[in-house]
């Protein structure tokens, strides 16, 4: 294959991911970059190519001209294989680069701290493992204070130690960053506070997050004054009902959240009441996500009454709930009202027999098991 890669001039996207190719394959296409002129994306999620196959690939790229992203998720990546990631400053085309789910410890974070300081073309990045201690979060963060390129940053920590401060320092010093994910961290009030003073940020996504006492308080009182973030993702964080109804206070007053997931987070038809009312005052927001919740009938029959007098939603998010063929028929019925909803996902498949009654064109995505 690789041999067939050279002599290719329209191959732009190439994705091999969860391909056992091994450090052997790895060298292959570190070959083939070194001539290979089409090819802009690159995807080697899970393929095993290991410390030297990382090392072949930083190094073919120090010459390759057109590959613009490189996914290098779970690789099995340690500190011998990160050291040649210098290499990459030498590129000037790429611009995304993700090394989440590697074993990189605190002397390899130290070397792509170097990297990232000397870099000036890429603008997402992502990182991060088990293998991430809080004193290689902090080597990471002060690089990015006065980074001038970079947009997105995806981080993913298993440590128990709250990151918020350098969250916070991070947000309230970035200029460029329009898209931050944290995964499997510790965060508290004042990431909330640091978002208040923050211009840039457009998206921002939790997943997997222990929440300190007082934040959702504190974001709560953030959104209802911010006129920036369009994307906001809490998901896998057990908010419960409360958490829920902090969320959708902020969303009476904000105005430019177009997307809200709140996906697997305990939420009940207390919770989905509290947003049900916000839906019916809001008139921005186009996706809501609900999946992976514990919301009856009762509350599905609060969603779809809310439906009837917004304007705005497009796309909602339903799978793996509680309800019955009870709430399903509910929503049905506002549809006959809401002209605005395209996109269901997450209900029956008689559903689509249901719609037809409406009159109304839209997609009905199952949940499948």
Known sequence: MAMSLKFNHSLTVLNLSFNAIGCEGAKDLAAALKTIKTLAVLKLARCQIGNEGAQELFSALRENETLTSLDLYHNSIGDEGIMGITALNENKSLTTLKLLENAIGLEGTKKIVIFLKENKSLTIFGFGSETLTHDGVKLIVTSLMHNDSLTSLELMTYSNSNISEDIASLLSNTKTLTALHLWSSCIG??????????????????????????????????????????????????????????????????????????????????????????????????????????????????????????????????????????????????????????????????????????NRQIWVEMYQK
Do not use: C, W
């Open 189 to 358: 009030k004042d990431v909330a506070k640091a978002l208040k003073l923050n211009t840039s940020l457009r998206e921002l996504v939790f997943s997997g997050i222990t929440l300190e006492p007082g934040f959702l308080k504190s974001l709560k009182k953030t959104l209802i004054r911010n006129n920036t973030l369009s994307t906001l993702i809490i998901s896998e964080s057990f908010i419960g009902d409360d958490g829920a109804t902090e969320i959708s206070i902020a969303l009476k007053h904000n105005q430019n959240l177009l997307r809200l997931g709140l996906g697997s987070n305990n939420i009940g038809d207390d919770g989905a009441k509290s947003l049900a009312s916000a839906l019916r005052k809001n008139q921005t927001l186009l996706t809501l996500g609900l999946m992976e919740n514990f919301i009856e009938d009762k509350g599905f029959a609060d969603l779809a009454d809310a439906l009837k007098k917004n304007d705005s939603l497009i796309t909602l998010e339903l799978y793996n709930n509680n309800f019955t063929e009870v709430g399903t028929n509910k929503l049905v019925k506002a549809l006959k009202k809401n002209k605005t909803v395209t996109t269901l996902k997450g209900l029956e498949d008689k559903t689509k027999e249901l719609l037809i009654e409406t």
